[in-house]
């Protein structure tokens, strides 16, 4: 290597305080090569903890989209949400399942009421 002050070809001769300002890696012991892989591992483990934390939260996030089938559960009375309607091919129907003199049964807002499969709640920002 050169100095680039000097040029000389060799920088620890030109300048032999430069060995006070780099130290050789020193050989680790078996005990601190312990300590060393144990603080990657335990650094490594965080981070997978903080993963995990962010993939619940989004997981979390998705099911309040998610199409729910009518078989798994119902939404609340008189809740107005999306559905999907058996043999309709567009999904922006808007209804709401609810009690009325004939009993309970799914009333779908400008669409045909027909047999609703799916619904998802209508969440605002």
Not at 15 to 33: I, N, S
Not at 65 to 82: Q, S
Request: glycine letters at 6%; one cysteine or more; a negative charge.
């Amino acid at each position: 290597m050169k100095c680039p002050h000097c040029k000389k070809e060799v920088f620890e001769k030109c300048h032999p305080d430069v060995d006070d300002l780099y130290e050789e890696p020193k050989e680790l012991t078996p005990q601190e090569q312990i300590e060393q892989l144990h603080h990657e591992l335990m650094v490594k483990h965080g981070l997978f903890l903080a993963m995990d934390v962010k993939i619940e939260k989004l997981q979390a996030k998705l099911e309040k989209y998610r199409w729910i089938p009518v078989e798994e559960r119902l939404p609340e009375d008189i809740t107005t949400v999306f559905v999907v309607c058996q043999g309709v091919g567009r999904t922006g129907n808007t209804g709401f399942y609810g009690e009325d003199e004939n009993g309970w049964s799914w009333e779908v807002v400008h669409g045909i009421n027909t047999n609703v499969t799916h619904w998802r709640p209508i969440l605002l920002p």
